[in-house]
């Protein structure tokens, strides 16, 4: 099919205006990245987000192979001499896999069945004389076809033959085929027994023992499970709807009276059912049953990793890790507030009295050698205990004490990444150090890790490890974008996700930056080895160099916008910092459980996501403000397109005191901003650039 088919087939099935599916479809194909699209093509898509956008590009990924399909049937057919013009059209518009492999089945090469083996033996002619059902005796039209030497010795072995053909006509009939599948799909039931003799084995599938349920309504986790239990011998499954409804169908469908002809249909309507078609059918619904269930999981695990890779950073702290353990004793270490370990140790708190008293004296010491400001305690065996004995130290300065959940620390402790950054260490210290650096960088450390390793998802083991692979690796891409990446802090794993880079080049970028020091500004980026034009368009949005000597360098601006944000700033008589950090007041208008609206006097309501209402993580946005309450927020982002103001309630001042005592309990976030705010000038009245920028734009 043409790119055009495609692009009408997505607009109708997504209700999205032609022109948005093509303009993504031209940008996927020049290797234009899911994140890029969505942040910096807006203008093409007409604001399509990341989730649409990802969608398009599955959805060309499955007509893709649609067609493949396709071509490979025309080109049998055509091989074995079937192809028609007819057969070609309905080839050519079939609209799914399903369809195009029922028109395909009559006319696909066969390995021998009884129906062919019938028809080898020329009982093909009785088949269709009893199939048209004109009231003819069937023994008198079988007699003829009596041959002894052809395996047809008798009368009633011609009718069967001539059965097993029908049944395969029945079997391969497009009409019967749908009428089932919707059947199947509407009435199907799954059934789930205990093989006999394996009741001990399997106890932990004794839910399952005797259970049935609707098969289009199962939850995904009972679903997998039961597979589970199918694949390890334990349990039987059948999905079935009522046998006589289906063959009703059937009946309906073929039979034309009743006769003894007749009679011979029904035989084999019911042998096509019971031999063939239920079990196709039955293979269909275990199949889009699993696709389904496995894409509950994946979505599960999908949301589940986002929220982990998403958790609010504590920041740049001098930090100490706790890998927790009894009789092992706890690894501790000591790491600067840019993650470096500084120093390791081990502690027995849990054994002896005496160790115990060892275990407060090496702790408070590390505390005072190395400043530390937060304390990361794994939550594997012995967390608690050790969360419970560092807080009871009463450390001076009260540094903030968290549990942090170490899944996946041991893979990546035994990874060849760990082993490049602690070549001289073992898998405890290295453990450790990942456990606090999780507090600092969630999302940093994270991305070192397969996401499968991570453990936040349910049946991981038992989805295709393929599908969930890729959506994992799409969250992570995602996350990684949408925070953005300090290219002179980040590792080459961080890098890798960015868009337009991946591996290699962000192996380079690190090379580079170790060879000549920080990269000044997002221009210096061009002199990385094969980072060539396409990838830092790609990718400069995505990566910031704090303190640059051009803010925007620092933002989420791209190169290619810079001169639009200058002659905004020159045309309101600003600096591009007064543009970028200005506070604005405003007043809250509406609360959600996303965020909070507020009005700040543009036309155009901007939106405080719950992620920056506060310096601390909050549950509901409710905690923070109330409707009509008067706030001063930082504009974040205008997008003009889609008429989106982004703001924030979060401070860039330092925290206060109290703050600070709310924050041991709750991880803080740094703020992206600096503290720095332009002067004003005199007693001249409050200057809103962004307001004005915004309110030119829309004309106001």
């Known amino acids: 099919m043409t790119q055009l088919d495609h692009s009408s087939i997505i607009s109708q099935e997504f209700n999205i205006h032609i022109n948005q599916i093509k303009a993504v479809q031209d940008l996927l194909s020049q290797d234009a990245t899911v994140p890029f699209i969505a942040r910096y093509r807006k203008e093409a898509t007409g604001s399509l987000d990341e989730t649409q956008i990802t969608a398009i590009r599955d959805r060309l990924h499955q007509l893709t192979e649609l067609d493949q399909r396709r071509e490979t049937i025309l080109n049998s057919l055509e091989k074995h001499g079937h192809l028609t013009d007819e057969l070609k059209e309905k080839v050519m518009a079939a609209p799914s896999m399903t369809v195009l492999e029922d028109i395909y089945l009559p006319y696909k090469p066969k390995r021998r069945t009884k129906g062919t083996i019938a028809k080898e033996r020329g009982l093909e002619p009785l088949a269709r004389a009893l199939f048209e059902q004109t009231g003819i005796d069937p023994p008198a039209a079988a007699a003829p076809f009596v041959d002894p030497e052809k395996e047809v010795p008798t009368e009633e072995d011609a009718l069967q033959g001539a059965r097993h053909i029908m049944a395969e006509w029945i079997n391969e009939d497009e009409t019967a085929r749908t009428r089932l599948r919707a059947l199947f799909n509407r009435k199907g039931i799954i059934r789930s027994r205990v093989i006999p003799g394996k009741e001990s084995a399997g106890t932990k599938f004794k839910d399952y023992f005797e259970w049935e349920e609707p098969a289009h309504s199962a939850p995904s986790h009972r679903i997998l499970a039961m597979r589970r239990g199918e694949r390890e011998e334990i349990l039987s499954l ?17 039979l034309k009276g009743n006769g003894d002809d007749c009679t011979q249909v029904a035989m084999a309507i019911t042998d096509s059912y019971k031999r063939l078609l239920s079990r196709a059918m039955e293979t269909e619904l275990r199949l889009e049953t699993k696709e389904r269930a496995e894409q509950d999981a994946i979505r599960v695990f999908a949301d589940n990793l986002r929220q982990l890779l998403l958790a609010p950073p504590l920041g740049a702290k001098r930090v100490m890790g706790i890998d927790p353990g009894f009789r092992t004793g706890c690894k501790v270490v000591c790491l600067d507030r840019q993650g470096k370990l500084l120093h390791n140790d081990t502690i027995f708190p849990h054994t002896s009295k005496g160790q115990l008293e060892k275990a407060k004296e090496t702790v408070r010491r590390l505390h005072a050698a190395h400043r530390i400001e937060a304390i990361a305690v794994g939550n594997g065996t012995a967390g608690r205990e050790t969360e419970a004995f560092v807080r009871g130290l009463d450390l ?27 070549p001289d260490h073992d898998l405890t210290v290295r453990g450790a150090v990942s456990i606090g650096r999780r507090l600092m960088d969630p999302l940093a450390e994270l991305v070192k890790i397969d996401p499968k390793s991570i453990g936040v998802g349910q049946y991981q083991h038992d989805v295709d ?7 994992l690796d799409d969250v992570v891409v995602s996350c990684v974008n949408a925070v953005g990446v300090d290219v002179n802090r980040a590792s080459s794993q961080l890098l890798s996700y960015v868009s337009g880079l991946g591996p290699q080049l962000a192996r380079n970028i690190v090379s580079h930056r170790n060879d000549h020091g920080p990269f000044a500004d997002r221009d210096a980026l061009k002199k990385v080895s094969r980072l060539g034009p396409k990838a830092f368009e790609q990718a400069a949005g995505f990566l910031r160099i704090i303190d640059a000597a051009n803010p925007l360098d620092g933002s989420a601006v791209h190169p290619e916008s810079y ?93 206060t005191q109290a703050e600070n005592v709310k924050a041991k309990k709750q991880p803080s976030r740094k703020p992206q901003h600096q503290n720095r705010k332009p002067e004003r000038r005199g007693k001249q009245p409050f200057h809103n650039p962004l307001a004005e920028a915004l309110s030119k734009l829309k004309g106001n």
């Not at 059948?238 to 073929?254: T, Y």
């Not at 001076?396 to 602690?422: K, Q």
């Open 465 to 471: 490890q393929g599908g969930l692979k890729a959506t």
């Open 396 to 422: 001076p300065g009260s540094p903030i004490v968290l549990m942090v959940n170490e899944s996946g620390a041991s893979v990546y402790s035994a990874s060849e990444v760990a082993r490049e950054e602690f």
């Open 563 to 655: 001169a639009i944000v200058d002659r905004m700033a020159g045309d309101l008589g600003s600096t591009v910092i007064e543009l970028m950090e200005k506070d604005l007041p405003g007043i809250v208008t509406n609360i959600t459980k996303f965020g909070a609206f507020v009005d700040i006097g543009v036309h155009q309501d901007g939106l405080v996501h719950i992620s920056e209402m506060a310096d601390r993580f909050i549950k509901d946005p409710a905690e923070v403000v109330k409707v009509q309450q008067k706030v001063t927020v930082t504009v974040l982002e205008v997008d003009m397109e889609r008429k989106r103001i982004a703001l924030s309630l979060r401070s860039r001042e330092k925290r």
């Open 238 to 254: 059948s999905m079935q709807p009522s046998e006589d409804e289906a063959i009703g169908i059937l009946e309906k469908l073929f």
